[in-house]
């Protein structure tokens, strides 16, 4: 039985990987493309290339869960075509001994994405975004097009980069009076963080009153605001691409300054419930194998497991805006989907059994 269950591991195991690799190396391909649109200044060829390799993190988590429908159901396929899985189940070996079996290569990448999504994707994007800012003159333009917007009560802020080591790139400030008419707009070269607020350097201000306009230039300017490193750390990479810690940090950080936070909260439940719908994606692999993929051609699986895949991420995608337009719990938007696969897997699995 050890045999029958290494062997199930092994091949399901191995599409999984296999998948990975081919779904990877089209992505890198055609990131690198699109990339290379992107070059001018200092982000040159050689720039771009190790921007697409740091963001690597990233796309390998974000292709796991496919990776594993994919891996598993074309691996329990090649054996219901070869007729292996029909000879384990005549020598005794029971329907759920074959999915635990076929479940066990899933657990290790679900294992794999959250340490990857947890502690190596969030900080090899931001050291990736920061670096292509600095390379494409990030303190040199105000408000250029690759940098982060923030609004913390009546002044909003742009970032042109922000570094890992608590320094600022290009940072534009628009201060509103509370009938929000523009009093004054800033641009700082750079910044460094103190502690408890942030040294700006280079600043140059307009003042706007009745009477006309006034420049004001200063070498250095204190500069008072409740965010620090580690919330900017967050803020100049995507909600998707947060770790858990950081989306929910961040999420808090906007909801005590009366700010919109559904989409870092909708971000933060999808990270939160990736394991629970790439299980519930791998079981519905499963059931297929086992009920109505039983004994159709390979091409067919893989374009039924595509078909699946992409119905479900659609379903993710319909809900979760809709959850952030219409204000119900972002968490429902992502448990619906999942409920909804696992339904089905248990219906077929229930049927197969």
Not at 15 to 33: C, E, K
Not at 177 to 190: I, T, V, Y
Not at 208 to 219: A, F, N, P, V
Not at 291 to 311: I, K, Q, W
């Amino acid at each position: 039985m050890r045999k029958i269950d290494a062997y199930t591991m092994r091949t399901v195991g191995g599409a999984m990987f296999l998948v990975m690799v081919v779904v990877l190396s089209l992505d890198l391909i055609f990131a690198f493309i699109g990339e290379l649109e992107d070059t001018r200044n200092d982000y040159d060829t050689l720039q771009a290339l190790w921007y697409v390799m740091l963001t690597l993190p990233r796309r390998i988590y974000d292709y796991l869960p496919l990776g594993a429908f994919m891996g598993c159901l074309i691996g329990l396929g090649s054996m219901a075509s070869s007729s292996e899985l029909t000879v384990i189940r005549a020598a005794g070996v029971s329907l759920k001994r074959i999915v635990w079996s076929a479940m066990k290569p899933a657990l290790v990448v679900v294992l794999l994405g959250v340490v990857i999504g947890e502690y190596v994707a969030p900080p090899a994007e931001r050291y990736a975004q920061s670096e292509k800012a600095m390379a494409l003159g990030a303190g040199k333009n105000v408000a250029s097009a690759h940098g982060v917007w923030h609004r913390e009560g009546n002044v909003f802020m742009h970032l042109n980069a922000v570094q890992p080591n608590g320094v600022l790139h290009g940072v534009s400030l628009f201060r509103f009076s509370d009938d929000m008419q523009l009093e004054s707009s800033s641009f700082a070269e750079r910044g460094i963080y103190q502690g408890d607020y942030w040294s700006l350097e280079k600043v140059r201000t307009t003042h706007i009153g009745e009477d006309g306009t006034r420049l004001e230039k200063q070498q250095v300017l204190r500069w008072e605001t409740g965010l620090t490193p580690q919330v900017l750390s967050v803020l100049i990479v995507k909600p998707e691409n947060l770790s858990m810690t950081g989306l929910y940090t961040y999420a808090s950080y906007l909801d005590e300054q009366d700010l919109n936070a559904a989409n870092y909260w909708l971000a933060f439940w999808k990270k939160t419930l990736m394991p629970l719908g790439t299980a519930v994606m791998v079981l519905v692999a499963i059931s297929f194998i086992f009920g109505p993929l039983r004994s159709v051609t390979m091409g067919f699986r893989v374009f039924t497991g595509l078909l699946v895949g992409l119905l479900f991420k659609y379903m993710q995608d319909l809900l979760g805006p809709m959850s952030v337009v219409y204000g119900f719990n972002p968490m429902l938007a992502v448990l619906i989907p999942i409920a909804v696969n696992a339904a089905v897997g248990a219906v077929l699995m229930r049927r197969a059994g």
